[in-house]
T-cell receptor, first 114, second 115 residues
């Protein structure tokens, strides 16, 4: 079963706008990661946030984590056409970080129109 | 340096045949993971290796699936007697250490089509 559920499933915006994607999960976690996937092939790691962190930034990316609500959000500011991709959140399996086993959400498909 | 590589990039096979998928992790990465991505199931974890050992095989969908890793490096995922539901993209990833606190680097995947 999926640990993460993402919302929205699809998002279409104009270049320059901000994009916000949300991820909810079911069990307690140690770490949450966000990945991007282009063209249905390899995933690229974007950012990792630990359960004791609330917010993290990387360039135009901002990730928040609310463990009380079991949710995370990914904000992409000043979007570009090249940001068009699918975005996935991934968490520990059953709260265990030792194995490295990641449980992925279904993903949000982002389209940025030039 | 080189990233994770996988071969073949595409594989079309007939139902009932065996296939082997190969993964070359990033040099020095001790942990290796296999995932499967299909339209109906999304991204599913299959198996992980720490060194050459695979402590948890519970993610493998059936006993037709097996994986090994030799020399702490290259890994092969073998699917015996392939079925149409095995059609998916098989993704391999490696990381510097074992645990979800490490970034996983993914290969481009092998797209398997079972006809």
């Amino acid at each position: 079963s999926q640990q993460g559920e993402e919302d929205p499933q699809a998002l279409s915006i104009q270049e320059g706008e901000n994009a916000t994607m949300n991820c909810s999960y079911k069990t307690s976690i140690n770490n949450l990661q966000w990945y991007r996937q282009n063209s249905g092939r390899g995933l690229v790691h974007l950012i990792l946030i630990r359960s004791n962190e609330r917010e993290k930034h990387s360039g135009r990316l901002r990730v928040t984590l609310d463990t009380s609500k079991k949710s995370s959000s990914l904000l992409i500011t000043a979007s570009r056409a090249a940001d068009t991709a699918s975005y996935f959140c991934a968490t520990d399996a059953n709260g265990s970080s030792n194995t490295g086993k990641l449980i992925f959400g279904q993903g949000t498909t982002l389209q940025v129109k030039p | 340096g080189a990233g994770v590589s996988q071969s073949p990039s595409n594989k079309v096979t007939e139902k009932g045949k065996d296939v082997e998928l190969r993964c070359d992790p990033i040099s020095g990465h001790t942990a290796l993971y296999w995932y499967r991505q299909s339209l109906g199931q999304g991204l599913e974890f299959l198996i992980y290796f720490q060194g050459n050992s695979a402590p948890d095989k519970s993610g493998l969908p059936s006993d037709r699936f097996s994986a090994e890793r030799t020399g702490g490096s290259v890994s092969t995922l073998t699917i015996q007697r392939t079925q149409q539901e095995d059609s998916a993209v098989y993704l391999c990833a490696s990381s510097l250490g074992l645990g979800t606190g490490y970034e996983q680097y993914f290969g481009p995947g092998t797209r398997l089509t079972v006809t």
